[in-house]
């Protein structure tokens, strides 16, 4: 009973280590574009929201700041983001907290 007990304590941490985990976000480095020739696009925008049931339980939380870049690149159809701005909105209610991430910049597209 005691070696089960331990087993789900130690499962139930590593449920709650994996769900922290999110997806990093990457920007073209200056030698990237310095390297790389690419065509701009103009400006594009995009955002995302995530969510904290209970300011416990992450929805839609750990993705959104690459969901909202994606979506900026994908506004104008190009391969990624240059002079990028990072905006970030907040609200709550009873039992969630709202995070909404606006991501703007100049879309490129690069040559082939």
Not at 21 to 49: I, N, R
Not at 64 to 74: F, G, I, L, P, Q
Request: net charge positive; aromatic share 10%.
């Amino acid at each position: 009973m005691k070696k089960l007990k331990m087993m789900l304590a130690l499962g139930s941490v590593g449920l709650l280590a994996v769900g922290c985990v999110s997806e990093p976000l990457k920007f073209p480095t200056t030698a990237e574009l310095k390297t790389k020739s690419y065509d701009v696009l103009g400006e594009g925008e995009g955002q995302a929201t995530g969510l904290m049931l209970f300011a416990f339980i992450p929805i839609g939380q750990n993705e959104r700041y690459v969901k909202a870049y994606d979506a900026a690149v994908k506004s104008k159809e190009g391969d990624a983001l240059i002079d990028v701005t990072v905006q970030e909105n907040w609200f709550w209610a009873w039992v969630l907290n709202g995070y909404q991430t606006h991501i703007k910049g100049t879309v490129i597209k690069y040559k082939k």
